[in-house]
């Protein structure tokens, strides 16, 4: 089909060339005889065009009635040319994108045990890229025509809708997917669709990102199993890079952290760099694996280096700790990382 397209393309492109050199000539051709360049303008418009409203000026010479004749013959068959290459072009786009389209739906109808994103801004897009990465089979749903132009020109599965609406989320197969994430930059539409989704599907995995802290509260009523707050998780980085900086070095590297997260993530572990609050259970913890997590490097506080931990290492509050543990960031940091009450 696509060399077809380019065919038809060229063929407009012929045509429009034709049309122009034959009148640029039959302009010249009538100035030539002393018309002046508006009125041998006017004349080759109303010839070509076949609108035939009248002669600018009489054509009582050989030379003038040669001009016409061949102006008629060569302009109006490049005009038939032109319009019926331009008709195929605009016929051949439409039917390509209705079957681009139809694929595309049969293909989200296939899908099964996937994953919808709901949201393709900056943390929809990386989403994505990261799950092709791991060749996940997802659909992205985005009501912003740009937005859904850009997910289907990276040649994701897509539907231009808002996830808002239940019958969105059931032509994305709501009822087979095994996770949904919704990242939209609203919290009240994210909360809506978390709600939508798990009356659709009850046990769905349901990710939902929250701007506002008191949003998480929201989400996880409405249905969530887990809240990423972004500016949380930003500043936390942030923080451990400034207060730990060398064990944070270590995995902050985008392209070192980008692989190790990748590799970890096929076994269902995550990595992150945390503190130990006062009177949290980290504080006191000797170096030992927990069901939950394993420490893989220490760094005390003010000491500026870090350490591999020797079986008995003591945490102490405010140390820097790199941790492994399994999928779920948010109870592990929650559960070791915050002071018990």
């Given at each position: 089909m696509k060399w077809l397209s380019n065919s038809l393309a060229r063929n407009l492109i012929i045509g429009v060339v034709f049309v122009l050199i034959v009148s640029a000539i039959a302009v010249l051709a009538y100035m030539h005889n002393g018309w002046s360049f508006g009125d041998a303008l006017y004349m080759t418009v109303l010839t070509v065009?076949?609108?035939?409203?009248?002669?600018?000026?009489?054509?009582?010479?050989?030379?003038?009635?040669?001009?016409?004749?061949?102006?008629?013959?060569?302009?109006?068959?490049?005009?038939?040319?032109?319009?019926?290459?331009?008709?195929?072009?605009?016929?051949?786009?439409?039917?390509?994108?209705?079957?681009?389209?139809?694929?595309?739906?049969?293909?989200?109808d296939d899908l099964d045990d996937h994953i919808i994103i709901c949201g393709f801004g900056r943390t929809g897009s990386m989403l994505a890229k990261e799950l092709r990465a791991g060749k996940a089979q997802f659909v992205v749903i985005e009501p912003n025509h740009d937005r859904f132009m850009e997910a289907k020109e990276l040649g994701y599965l897509c539907i231009h809708a808002d996830a808002a609406e239940e019958s969105v989320l059931k032509q994305a197969g709501i009822e087979r997917a095994?996770?949904?994430?919704?990242?939209?930059?609203?919290?009240?539409?994210?909360?809506?669709?978390?709600?939508?989704?798990?009356?659709?599907?009850?046990?769905?995995?349901?990710?939902?990102?929250?701007?506002?802290?008191?949003?998480?509260?929201?989400?996880?009523?409405?249905?969530a199993n887990s809240v990423v707050l972004p500016a949380h998780i930003g500043a936390e980085r942030i923080a451990s890079m400034i207060l730990f900086p060398s064990i944070a070095g270590v995995i902050q590297s985008s392209e070192r952290r980008r692989q190790m997260e990748l590799d970890l993530r096929t076994l269902g572990l995550e990595i992150e760099v945390v503190v130990a609050a006062e009177g949290s259970a980290f504080a006191g913890l000797e170096r030992k694996a927990e069901c939950s997590f394993f420490i893989i490097a220490v760094e005390q506080a003010g000491s500026g280096k870090g350490e591999r931990p020797l079986p008995a290492t003591r945490v102490n509050p405010g140390d820097g700790i790199t941790i492994i543990g399994r999928s779920g960031r948010a109870n592990i940091l929650n559960k070791f990382a915050e002071a018990v009450r």
């Open positions: 065009y076949t609108v035939g409203y009248g002669e600018v000026h009489p054509l009582n010479t050989l030379e003038l009635r040669a001009i016409t004749i061949t102006l008629m013959v060569l302009g109006c068959t490049g005009m038939i040319y032109l319009t019926g290459a331009l008709v195929q072009f605009i016929t051949l786009s439409q039917i390509q994108q209705m079957l681009g389209l139809t694929r595309m739906n049969k293909q989200i095994h996770a949904l994430a919704t990242v939209v930059a609203s919290d009240p539409v994210n909360v809506f669709i978390t709600l939508s989704a798990r009356s659709l599907n009850s046990t769905v995995q349901i990710i939902a990102r929250g701007e506002e802290p008191s949003t998480e509260k929201k989400l996880f009523q409405a249905g």
